[in-house]
């Protein structure tokens, strides 16, 4: 019975282990509660370099941690939201963003979407009009065969 009950405790230890994650605690000290909630706004809009779909109050990696600091630091030091994701970009690219800005370089990430949208519509609306072109062209009868169903029709009729 004690083996019993160790192995449920370890099968749901298991199992619940996935669901809880850990988040990085930082100690940072703000000069203002406006400062630190902005920082975190900035740092939950930055994408983390190392980790591909975490944002940087997410993330647990070392290049995370130290650009939470890096955005703590310069809020702090009254560098405009702006400056800081300048200086985020130039560094690591329009990669670090969650939403980049449409200019040359992302028409085809904001567009493409839509192209492809487009697309499917068009390849949609040429084959339903295929299908309906081969449906109308199939129930038409060429002149022959209306005289043959001419024929059957009058030969049911007289034969009853």
Same mark, same amino acid.
């Given at each position: 019975m004690k083996i019993i !009950?160790? @192995?449920? $405790? &370890?099968c749901a230890s298991l199992l619940f282990a996935g669901s809880v994650m850990a988040t990085p605690v930082d100690t940072y000290e703000f000069k203002s509660v406006e400062n630190q909630e902005? %920082?975190? %706004?900035l740092s939950?809009? $930055?994408?983390?370099?190392?980790?591909?779909?975490?944002? *940087? =109050?997410?993330s647990n990696s070392p =290049? %995370?941690?130290d650009l939470r600091l890096e955005v703590y630091k310069m809020v702090d030091g009254g560098k405009s939201d702006d400056e800081i994701i300048n200086f985020m970009t130039s560094r690591y690219g329009n990669f670090v963003l969650y939403k980049p800005k449409l200019d040359?370089? !992302?028409y085809i990430l904001w567009l493409g979407p839509f192209g492809l949208l487009i697309l499917g519509l @068009?390849? &949609? @609306?040429? @084959? =339903?009009?295929k299908q309906r072109i081969q449906e109308s062209e199939s129930t038409t009868l060429s002149t022959e065969q209306q005289a043959e169903l001419d %024929? *059957? *029709?009058?030969?049911d009729k007289t034969t009853k």
């Amino acid at each position: 019975m004690k083996i019993i !009950t160790h @192995f449920l $405790l &370890g099968c749901a230890s298991l199992l619940f282990a996935g669901s809880v994650m850990a988040t990085p605690v930082d100690t940072y000290e703000f000069k203002s509660v406006e400062n630190q909630e902005r %920082a975190l %706004a900035l740092s939950d809009q $930055l994408r983390c370099p190392q980790c591909q779909n975490q944002n *940087l =109050v997410d993330s647990n990696s070392p =290049v %995370a941690k130290d650009l939470r600091l890096e955005v703590y630091k310069m809020v702090d030091g009254g560098k405009s939201d702006d400056e800081i994701i300048n200086f985020m970009t130039s560094r690591y690219g329009n990669f670090v963003l969650y939403k980049p800005k449409l200019d040359s370089e !992302t028409y085809i990430l904001w567009l493409g979407p839509f192209g492809l949208l487009i697309l499917g519509l @068009f390849i &949609g @609306f040429i @084959f =339903v009009r295929k299908q309906r072109i081969q449906e109308s062209e199939s129930t038409t009868l060429s002149t022959e065969q209306q005289a043959e169903l001419d %024929a *059957l *029709l009058n030969n049911d009729k007289t034969t009853k």
